[in-house]
Structure formats: C-alpha cells, structure tokens
C-alpha cells in the first residue's frame, strides 16, 4: 500500500464521501446515499462516523478510521 | 507510479480551459500533493506545495470523472486516499512501530497476556517511541483510553515506564518456577497491577524503608479522605518481599485501622491494604 498524492481536509469530507456515493446521516455515520438505513462498515464491521473516518483504501473502496489503532495497521501495511 | 503531476494532467481533461488557465499562470512545479479542500474560498488555489481544489464547485459530471478517471485508478493500484490529518498521523506511527526488541517483547506477551492487552501493549510501545521523540502523543493516548477505559491510560503509562520491559517480565520469571503455576494466574496478576493504579506501591531496591512507609502513608491518607477502596503493594525478589514486610509492621504500627491482605511467595508478594469497615 502507498500514500496517494491526493489528500481531503475535514471541510471538504462530504463531498469527498458523495464521490463515494456515501452522505452522512442524522446521527453522523456514513451511508449509502441511496439507502440511508444501510452504514458504512470497515473491514472489521465496525460502523463509521464521520468524524472518526479516516479515509479509503484498495479493497471494494474499504473505508478506515482515523483512530491509533485504524492507522497502526495502515502504517504496518505502507511501503 | 502515480505523480502529483500525472495527475494533473487528467485534471487538466476534466475540468477544462479554466483551469488549465489557472494551472499556466501559476508556478506548479513543486506540487507534490493534491488537496480537496475548502480553504481560501476558491475552486482552485496553489499553497506550499499543495493544489488544493475545492470539489463542492466542481459540476456533477466533472466530480464523476474526478472519481472515475483518478480516484478509483489510485485506489485500483493500491493507493491510500486519506484525511490530511490522518496521513501525518500514520507517518508518525510508521517512524514509531516497534524495533525488533520491542517486536520480540510483543512476542513474549503474545501467548502470556489477553489479545487486547497484546494490542494495548502493541499501540503503547509507539506512543512510547513517540515520546521519546518529542512528538505530540495525546491522540494516541486518548485512542487507547478510549478503546480501552478500564486498563488503557495505566497500561499506557506502565510501558512508558518500561515495567513490561522490566517489571512483568521478572513477574513471569518468578510465577512461572511456583508449583501451582499456570498462564491464567500470571494474566490476572498483571492486570490486578495495571488495573490497581494509581492505588499501587511497587518495592524495589531503590528507595529505603521510610521512603517508601512515606510514599505508601501518603497514598492511604488519600484513600482515606476520598472514601476509595484498596492499596495494592507489589514486590518481586526475596530481598524486597523482606523489604515489605518490614513497611507492613511499620504501616500497621502507626494505624491498626489498616487491614493487610497478604499474598505471599518467597519472590514474591503482593499485600492489599484496606481501611477496616471499607
């Protein structure tokens, strides 16, 4: 896995998240646009709020969190 | 290998004669990084060495071909498209990963303690490495507090301090030569530890007797006046299993208020000291 040259802001996390087809709901997880009862999942199944959500990686577009433990695994997988 | 400007290039397909426009009569030979972002207010703006475009201002048909002609392209070559918050995070993890001692500690853990403690350890042993290079850890402890409330903050702590370096490592050497020995009664000791700060004394060689019917005398005054439980006193080696029990007469002396709990081997004891009636 490599760091892309492409990067997002917090400002800028729903529109980033539209090119995905997610949108956020009224409790603040990620979507599907077109079906707001469906979340988003990580890999492990866990839902993601926005806040905590780090960003996209190879793998039917796998969403990761932000969190230490999201980013460990993310650090031990870059080359 | 995807670039900064390769990129471009595609942008320059996609968006069009403006900001191909832009692109010209601005200086874009540093750009090394691509940001969508809000900041500034403008659909395009060059800062450091970053373009950042601000994608709510992007047509829908731009922002398709954005994801379909360059983000799914970077994510099909396995390129991680993250927060900038997240990636200057994940650098700092990376200098910090454990070294090859430390991945040897992670080992000798491994089948001693539960996998959450593992991982605990694991994330602990960085925000360690961190530290130690001066680099802001209050993310990362936070993450390990919150991810784990009853036992991250202490664990977190006791790495810090180099006591499963140390400590628990001679804790295992001394359980592990006792007959009724068992993996199960080393895991719940160590946790007793970690989850018993901050009410917990360890005795070593450093520090005298006083000092430490000092540091312990002080501790239960605390105890007292704020109506909590126990105090745990945690000793490893002959010699400080003897060092203990000469603060536990001198503790009780001055308070025979204070009921002691012993659990004692000859290299080991652990006395939990409580107030009588609590």
Not at chain 1, 16 to 32: Q, W
Not at chain 1, 55 to 74: H, P, Q, R, Y
Not at chain 2, 149 to 163: A, H, I, K, M, Q
Request: glycine share 6%; charged share 30%; proline share 1%.
């Amino acid at each position: 896995m490599k760091k892309s040259c492409i990067v997002f802001d917090e400002a800028t996390k729903a529109d980033v998240l539209d090119l995905f087809g997610k949108s956020i709901d009224n409790e603040g997880f990620i979507v599907e646009k077109e079906d707001a009862s469906q979340r988003v999942l990580t890999k492990d199944g866990e839902e993601i709020l926005s806040e905590e959500w780090g960003g996209v990686i190879k793998g039917s577009e796998a969403f990761v969190k932000s969190d230490t433990f999201s980013l460990i695994e993310l650090a031990k997988k870059l080359e | 290998m995807t670039t900064a400007r390769s990129i471009l290039e595609k942008l320059k397909n996609i968006i069009g004669v403006e900001f191909r426009d832009f692109l010209s009569s601005n200086d874009i030979g540093d750009i090394s990084l691509i940001k969508f972002s809000k900041a500034g207010g403008d659909t395009y703006n060059i800062t450091n060495n970053y373009l950042m475009i601000n994608p709510s201002r992007l047509g829908q048909e731009q922002r398709n071909q954005i994801k379909q002609q360059i983000i799914d392209a970077e994510l099909n070559e396995d390129y991680a498209i993250l927060k900038d918050e997240s990636i200057e995070r994940m650098s700092n993890i990376k200098k910090n990963i454990p070294s090859s001692s430390d991945e040897k500690l992670l080992d000798f853990y491994s089948d001693k303690l539960s996998a959450d403690y593992v991982k605990a350890l694991e994330a602990s042993l960085i925000v360690r490495n961190m530290a130690r290079h001066g680099i802001d850890i209050g993310f990362a402890k936070k993450d390990i507090m919150r991810k784990y409330p009853v036992f991250g903050r202490n664990l977190c702590n006791l790495t810090s301090e180099d006591y499963f370096h140390g400590h628990f490592k001679e804790l295992y050497e001394s359980m592990s030569k006792e007959d009724d020995f068992s993996i199960k009664a080393y895991q719940k000791q160590v946790e007793k530890i970690v989850t018993g700060l901050p009410y917990i004394v360890f005795v070593s060689s450093i520090g005298t007797v006083r000092d430490k019917v000092i540091e312990i005398s002080s501790k239960l005054a605390r105890l007292k006046k704020y109506g909590a439980g126990k105090l745990l006193i945690h000793a490893l080696r002959r010699d400080n299993v003897e060092k203990t029990e000469e603060i536990l007469k001198k503790i009780k002396d001055a308070d025979s208020s204070i009921e002691i709990e012993l659990d004692k081997k000859t290299s080991r004891m652990t006395a939990t000291l409580r107030f009588k009636g609590v």
